[in-house]
């Protein structure tokens, strides 16, 4: 079943980027959204792939690189959550100490997600569901303080968007990522929490397609007066 699962997902989030790729209107810090895109194709392809490929150190090396473009790739949304706020038209989000306090708080989750997970992890095989992937051969001490920064961000800038744009579903999509991620759910598959992850990344791309959209015709419509 988790093969299937895998192998959509995959093919969802390359969907993904081409449909963003293809409403590209400007280049803003929400094009890092692009970078977490990325690294969930490679993410889920890798799982998709790993009984093709086998046990080996092939498929632990290449399973080791999934963590390391997590703890780069994933944190790029606080950038992304400025660049949301600054299309919603919030200006104080366009203040060079916005910026600076972004990129900051961004090199603080890689650091962070660096220490707590990714350096010195040891990985083991595990075979479930139809798949076979390398994971962490030691539990998680303590909360994924990466990922709950970065949906801290994501949450207080969606309800920043909601109330500047009246566009909700970038909290929306947030606030579903954190229950999927959050809540225990009785089925025998690994990838559930991953359709929580292309609910949340999809909804990212949208707002970014309509803040983007909003912003080019506001800037047409200023230049016909």
């Known amino acids: 079943m988790d093969l299937i699962l895998f192998l959509l997902l995959t093919a969802a989030y390359i969907g993904l980027l081409v449909w963003a790729a293809a409403s590209q209107k400007e280049w803003t810090l929400m094009a890092f959204a692009y970078f977490v895109v990325l690294g969930l194709v490679y993410d889920n392809g890798i799982i998709a792939l790993g009984k093709f490929i086998g046990e080996g150190a092939l498929l632990e090396n290449l399973n080791a690189l999934r963590f390391w473009i997590h703890a780069f790739f994933t944190p790029a949304l606080a950038l992304y959550s400025l660049g949301a706020v600054r299309q919603a038209g919030v200006k104080w989000a366009n203040k060079s100490w916005a910026l600076y306090a972004a990129w900051a708080f961004f090199v603080l989750l890689v650091i962070i997600e660096i220490w707590q997970v990714t350096w010195g992890t040891e990985l083991e095989p595990v075979r479930e569901y139809g798949v076979l992937k390398y994971t962490s051969a030691e539990e998680a001490s303590g909360p994924p303080w990466m990922i709950v920064l970065v949906s801290a961000a994501l949450l207080a800038a969606g309800a920043i968007v909601w109330k500047k744009a009246s566009w909700a ?41 309509h803040l983007e959209k909003k912003q080019t015709e506001k800037k047409r419509g200023r230049n016909d007066e």
């Not at 991620?181 to 397609?209: G, H, M, R, Y």
């Open 169 to 209: 579903w970038m909290f929306i999509g947030a606030v579903i990522m954190g229950i999927g991620s959050s809540v225990t759910i009785p089925v025998d598959s690994a990838a559930v929490t991953n359709i929580f992850e292309l609910i949340l990344l999809t909804s990212l791309v949208w707002t970014k397609i």
